[in-house]
Each structure stands twice: as C-alpha cells, then as structure tokens.
C-alpha cells in the first residue's frame, strides 16, 4: 500500500479495522439558545422519533464553577446548563440535546456509514419539529488513542514527521520522556477549519476533561473539524459537511501512522 506522504489531498481509500484506535467520534451542531428544548413538552417528541436506537432518557444539569476569595466552589447551572442525554441500552451510542445544540457520540465506531446514517436520524428527528432555523457551528472530531506504548513502538506505529523529537532521538540513561504534545490549526479554504493535536501523555492525564483518561502511557492523535455560521439549519446540508470533514480526517489519520499500526489493528494492508 502506498504511504501518505501528506496530510492534505484527496480522498484515500478506507482501510477497515478489526480493532480500530478510536476511543471517542463526536458530532456537535451548535444554534442559537431554543428554551422550548427545556421543556419536557418539546422534548417527548423528538425522543418518540429516536427512542428505537436510543431507548434510555436521563436529564442532566451542567455544574459551573463560582471563583470567589475562598475557591471554586460549585453554581446553580443556568437554563443553557439542561442536557437531555438519550443513550442506547449498551451505553455505547449517546445523543445529548440542549438550548443550544444536539451532539451524537459514540465509543465504539465500526465505520463512517453507520455514524453518518444515525447523525442524519437525529437531525431530521430536530428539524421535524421546525426548530432551529440556523447553526452557530458544526464540528466532527475523532480521538484516536494507542494504550501502553513506549517511545520504541511508536517509532513503528506512527509517522515521524508526527512523533518530532521521539523519532529521531533515544534518550540516555536517567531521562525519561513524560510528556510531548502538539497542536496545530489548519484553516482548509471553503471547508472548514481542522485542530489537530496529538503526542504522548503519562499515565491518568488528560487533555480534555470530558474524555477519560488511559491509566498507563499512551500515544493520542485528536482531530477536531468545523466550520462557523450563521448558516440555514438543513440536515442534508450538514451531513455533506460530516462526509466531507470526514474524508479530511481520515486522510490527516493515515498520514499520522504507518501500515504496521493498520496492520497490528486488524487491517489488510
């Protein structure tokens, strides 16, 4: 299989895996604040249009942080701070909807046609019901995450134009690498824009406080892709951007590692 030599082009061949590093894919669509959501009037019918795939409702409240002379301390969460979460019964596929957006994520990710089909459910079960009129923002973002790897591994499984100082330098007797992370931002004319970040984390550190984190060292590459409105909230609109941001991502995530990762995860390489 031919290498990808760079992070951007086009499209390439998809190489399903067995085993898949991802840990974590999110779909957000953010609108301007609808207190109808708020209500359990509004909510009952879009959770009858979605409530065969995700069958349990739980209601949640956002806890913000008072910073005051004495410390954080927690806050009454405002209306914005309710999120109606709709999960499966396995705990794997989730949608959350609140005043000011609808997001669907998963854990387990078997393959873009699948996720793009579920987004495309949840969106018209959204729009039905006339509301919202435009999005603020769309974003796709897959985690991709390697448990337990060490600097020797990595310079197999990941490109060295990724791994920086990691590829090119073995560290002598009493220095050990604890953490190395990157983060650019790629702005892809009349397509959005791409955060990429990826690098090796200690064991329980995090860089993001909503996703957990591995309880041994590990090698995460992060892939967050938007674009900002005001634009016409249209569902198949929205989801020509995820096929789209989709195609960008995987090219950036082929690029990022080496046909031994594909192959170590189950793919035919």
């Known amino acids: 299989m031919a290498a990808i030599t760079e992070p951007f082009g086009p499209p390439v061949d998809e190489v399903a895996l067995k085993n898949a590093p991802l840990v974590r ?6 609108f301007p604040e609808l207190a109808s959501i708020a209500q359990p009037e509004f909510v009952g019918p879009f959770q009858e249009a979605i409530r065969a795939d995700y069958p349990i409702l739980r209601k949640h409240h956002e ?21 109606w979460r709709f999960a499966d019964k396995d705990g794997i596929w989730q949608v959350s909807l609140a005043p000011a957006f609808v997001a669907l994520e998963t854990k387990s990710y078997s393959g873009e ?31 991709n995450r390697l448990p337990g790897t060490n600097t ?25 690498l604890r953490h190395a992370f990157s983060e650019s931002r790629f702005e892809l004319k009349d397509r959005g824009i791409l955060l990429a970040r990826w690098g090796y984390l200690p064991p329980n550190v995090s860089l993001d406080p909503s996703l957990e984190p591995a309880t041994e060292t590990s090698w995460l590459l992060d892939l967050d892709m938007s674009v900002n409105g005001p634009t016409e909230f249209a569902p198949d609109r929205i989801i020509a951007l995820a096929r789209d941001f989709h195609e960008v991502i995987y090219r950036f995530f082929r690029w990022a590692t080496t046909d031994e990762l594909l192959a170590a995860r189950g793919g035919n390489v």
């Open 25 to 30: 894919v999110l779909a957000q669509v953010r």
């Open 63 to 83: 806890i913000g942080l008072l910073f005051t002379p004495e410390g954080a301390t927690p806050s009454p969460a405002p209306q914005g701070g309710l999120i």
């Open 113 to 143: 046609r699948e996720f793009i089909d579920r987004l495309g459910k949840v969106l018209a079960a959204l729009g039905s019901m006339g509301s919202p009129i435009i999005f603020d923002r769309f974003g796709l973002r897959y985690v």
């Open 152 to 176: 020797d591994e990595l310079r197999r499984l990941v490109n060295h134009e990724a791994l920086g100082l990691i590829a090119s330098h073995a560290f002598a007797e009493g220095i050990e």
